[in-house]
């Protein structure tokens, strides 16, 4: 028998599909009730429905990310920054492939479980003809951004959520995903969901405007906006075109434009501008000009800025505590005890477990990883053990080997071990002390061999004291247990960011360097993403920036906006800009940047104790 909130749902969608063609003003949008009328019609769907969407398996959702890979790489840093915006009224933000399949999402832990029991975390499905009407599929199918709230979705599964998305276009026009925000409760009136609306949108723009600056290295670049201050932050209007003057890419805004006035995008960038104007203001400031779109435009162009890249950085000399660390690590590895890696999200924690493994005695094996976090509570202990043919509904005809029989002879890496279920606590801890394993429907259990590595960025002892945490299995982990230091207390941050920075600009292809007021914004940052932050903000700068030098400008706002006072105006004063200028072309090696500007290393000493002036790996003095 139906529950009461779904009979009456069911009775609305029929009223509402019912009366369509009589009513002037239909209680819900007309995409909605299009969408409603495909779904029952063309898809066949329940609208009682109470099932979830679709789940992809780890499999395909990895080959989706991988398909992906740039898109996500360009889009991270912004689903981030969307996300630190509306977590506060508990929203969670969700970016999507162009089949409509989840492949990153942002949450706060304290609505995880809630989310993911309503279907929003990695690997979910949002296709019309699978989920009927919602806020993913809206996009999906209309091409524009749209607000799916509550009553409006097609299925009774889903109409206690608020969605609203907006598509990323890349620059030929194609659907590259789409980005979500959602909410598990929300106010009635659809209005309320404006301000979120709006905030999606200019986020998928960022997006794709970032994306667009990726995809057209190499090539001549025109950016613009009718005011001139948003002609590098926010460009309304982006081109690219080759060296014959044929337009390669454009953005969605220009498309919208010049499809309104002229109907049509025409294939030579002569067609909007004067040719001699354009050669004219190449790598110069923004300046008006006048074209074929309307109104005049605020202008900058690029030209080709394409060239053999220089020999990457070195390896960077590390941290000298995360050296002893990784040292003593190795031997209590090498000593058959799991190990355990704390530290803030983003510091590394998977990257130090790769290099305990590769420094240790089953290096020749393999090293397999899990984050425990990022898969759905059913999944994770087949993903661990593994099943045997017909084990559940869905199985996999031969059944599928876990990731425990995968680490044989070498690590298994579990991320995020604090949000392990208490029953697979209970299983991980049987495994640690037996060496065995049982797949689901397996009649026998299996001996393995195999080192377990573990990370966390939670309290496990808080854990233990609320019940979600085996207090057994935390002193098994707890004896060897190293900590991590965040990146703002890091003293080889300068070699992280000539060594990300070069590995990002190898990637893009060009020869990229940091100003002198970006390096010390960055330099001043806290980072409280960490390493992970740091790659990203490279990775968009590296993206966004129109020659060959990373600009301030360039850097995202809220690394701009929250560096240290002086990391903010590092000009201001030429004796301090002198200073810098030496120590950043010697790579911050006092001596050498003493004798380049003529004075002795205690005078360099002082000046930068007088002008406030952050050494790295160094105390102010």
Known sequence: MLAAHSRAHVDAVSRVLRNAGRQSALPVPHLIVDSWRRSMEQHHLDPASLQGPRILSQRMLDECRERSELFLRIAREEVAHLHAQVRGADY??????????????????????????????????????????????????????????????????????????????????????????????????????????????QSARRIEN????????????????????????????????????????????????????????????????????????????????????????????????????????????????????????????????????????????????????????????????????????????????????????????????????????????????????????????????????????????????????????????????????REDLYFRLGNARFELPPLRERSDRLALINQMLAEEAKACGVITQLSTAALECLLGYRWPGNLRQLRQVLRYACAVCGGSTIQLADLPTEVRGCSRPQAQSPVADPQRQRLLDALVQHRWKPAEAAHALGISRATLYRRVNEHGIDMPGKRRL
């Open 92 to 201: 969670c933000v969700m970016l999507t492939d162009a089949q409509g399949n989840t492949i990153d999402y942002q949450v706060e832990s304290a609505i995880r479980g809630d989310c993911r029991r309503a279907g929003l975390y990695l690997g979910t499905c949002w296709d019309e003809g699978e989920e009927g009407t919602c806020g993913v599929a809206a996009v999906l199918t209309n091409r524009v951004a749209a607000t799916v709230h509550k009553r409006d979705h097609f299925r009774a599964a889903f109409i206690g959520l608020t969605c609203s998305a907006a598509p990323v276009f890349d620059p030929q026009g194609e659907l590259l995903g789409v980005l979500d925000a959602s909410a598990l409760q929300a106010p009635d009136d659809r209005r309320s969901q404006v301000l979120i609306a709006q905030m999606v949108a």
């Open 210 to 469: 970032a994306f667009f600056m990726h995809s057209a290295q190499g090539q001549w670049m025109l950016r613009a906006h009718s005011a001139p201050g948003y002609v590098d932050s926010q460009p309304d209007v982006l081109m690219a075109w080759d060296t014959d003057g044929h337009l390669t890419a454009l953005n969605s805004g220009a498309r919208e434009v010049l499809a309104r006035r002229l109907g049509q995008v025409p294939a030579h960038v002569g067609a909007l501008f004067d040719m001699e104007q354009l050669s004219a203001l190449a790598d110069e400031s923004a300046q008006p000009l006048a074209w074929a779109g309307g109104q005049p435009l605020h202008v900058r162009v690029s030209s080709p800025r394409r060239r053999p890249l220089a020999k990457a950085a070195g390896q960077p000399r590390a941290d000298v505590r995360i050296t002893d660390q990784l040292r003593l690590a190795v031997r209590v590895k090498d000593c058959n005890l799991p190990v355990l890696v704390q530290g803030e999200t983003g510091a590394g924690k998977e990257v130090f477990a790769r290099q305990v493994h590769e420094l240790s005695a089953r290096r020749a094996g393999p090293f397999v990883a899990l984050n425990c976090a990022a898969i759905p509570e059913t999944l994770i202990e087949s993903e661990l053990f593994g099943y045997t043919a017909g084990a559940f509904t869905g199985a996999a005809a031969k059944g599928m080997r876990g990731l425990l029989q995968q680490a044989d002879g070498g690590t298994l890496f579990l991320d995020e071990i604090g949000d392990m279920p208490l029953g697979l606590q209970t299983r991980l801890l049987r495994v640690l002390a037996e060496g065995e394993i049982a797949p689901l429907g397996a009649a026998q259990r299996l001996q393995v061999d195999l080192q377990v590595m573990c990370a966390t960025h939670r309290d496990l002892a808080s854990l233990v004291a609320e019940g979600s945490f």
